[in-house]
């Protein structure tokens, strides 16, 4: 009989150091890195919600602060994924420090598709770079 993924059961809510462990050391390691941030900066607290989505279907870390959606992290065994949603008015805020950023984000952010206004942006986050990449979105977010 298959083991089920742990991430993919809805019938079993994780607890977040399930989530953490669900993840290899390196993809830990980064995971660590960006939920301080949104911890420390925000002053908000992760929220594990499953989600139904097509897109990215399975357990979630949420992140919101007064309501609104600061980003949603989706664990994977080699790394993880964050949805950031930004505004369309940040896109020349973000070609101008486009030297910051790695090359696939801003192919990511040229390729996005506008919805009302706003990009939203799936981000593979499998290295250093790519953490500080979204750190900088977020911050940008909030300006």
């Known amino acids: 009989m298959a083991e089920k993924d ?6 079993f809510t994780p607890a977040y150091d399930q989530i953490y462990n669900y993840m290899n050391k390196t993809a830990q390691a ?3 890195d960006l939920n301080s941030f949104i911890q420390e900066k925000y002053k908000a607290s992760p929220k594990i919600m499953y ?5 990215k279907p399975g357990w979630n870390v949420k992140y919101n602060k007064s309501g609104k959606s600061i980003c949603t992290l989706y664990p994977e065994k080699d790394g993880f994924v964050a949805l950031v949603v ?5 896109i020349p805020v973000i070609e ?3 030297s910051r950023f790695e090359t696939d984000v801003l192919a990511l952010i040229s390729s996005a598709r506008p919805f009302n206004g706003t990009l ?3 981000i593979q986050v499998n290295r250093a770079a790519v ?3 979204v750190k900088d979105l977020l911050l940008l977010k909030r300006r």
């Open 6 to 11: 742990l991430i993919q059961d809805p019938g």
């Open 30 to 32: 980064h995971w660590q």
């Open 51 to 55: 989600s139904k989505c097509s897109a």
């Open 86 to 90: 930004i505004t369309l008015d940040l």
């Open 96 to 98: 101008a420090m486009s």
């Open 120 to 122: 939203w942006l799936m």
């Open 131 to 133: 953490v500080d990449n």
